[in-house]
């Protein structure tokens, strides 16, 4: 065999992930996904779907926000959008859903896909919302210091109840008060108004209002996938998740 007709057969089979089999295929117009995580949780529990979107073929940013003011929060994600080469999906969990709906605003931002969360409209807030349909559990703690928490004995059942049990039991030590502030803070631009959304529903909810998150989902006519799962729905069923986000990946021209 020639040298050069070699080399070039080693250099293909260098380049072939492990296992042999190549990633799928990514649009060239949009590669870039931004993934937002929302109050009592970190970065970290976007593993799994992380994983999924790198394996096809996916640039992944995870957004590392301090949960100390919605203003704060905002700066945080554009920060990582900033980062970005060309357009953007831009993903949001919980409380995340209102940090993305600001700052979705930026124009690489193509498409916003909320994950069990909140996609208010200009002037609302995280409590606005909250009284506009009961919360399902009251179960919320205050610090001294104006910081909101899950009680940690209930934070397994009311967050993360269909997560395994060693993962929920480290979320649970690993919990990330939100300043009360942050839910107070109110919306200032709705990018869903402009720019195409997508709404996960997890149906057995009992942090967010199931029948909230639908109702906020068909005000901005997002399009809808319902989940049977808890409010950790990017923890307990990352395919599922991952699904959507790659399906608003995909539509963007």
Known sequence: MPIFRALLLAAGALALPIGGARAAPVPNHLKNIVLVHGAYADGSGWRGVYDILVRDGYAVSIVSQPLTSLDDDIAATKRVLDMQKGPVVLVGHSYG??????????PNVKALVYVAALQPDVGESVFSLAKTMELPNGDGRESADGFLYLAPEKFVANFAADVPAD?????KASQMPVAKLAFMQTTKVASWRSKPSYGIVATKDVA??????????????????????????FISNPQAVAAVIEEAARAVK
């Open 167 to 171: 993962l929920a039991a480290f979320m």
């Open 97 to 106: 859903g209102q940090i993305i709906t600001d700052a979705g605003a930026d």
């Open 208 to 233: 967010l209002n199931a029948n909230l998150e639908r109702w906020m989902y068909k005000r901005a006519g997002a399009k809808i996938t319902e989940i049977d799962a808890s409010h950790a729905v």
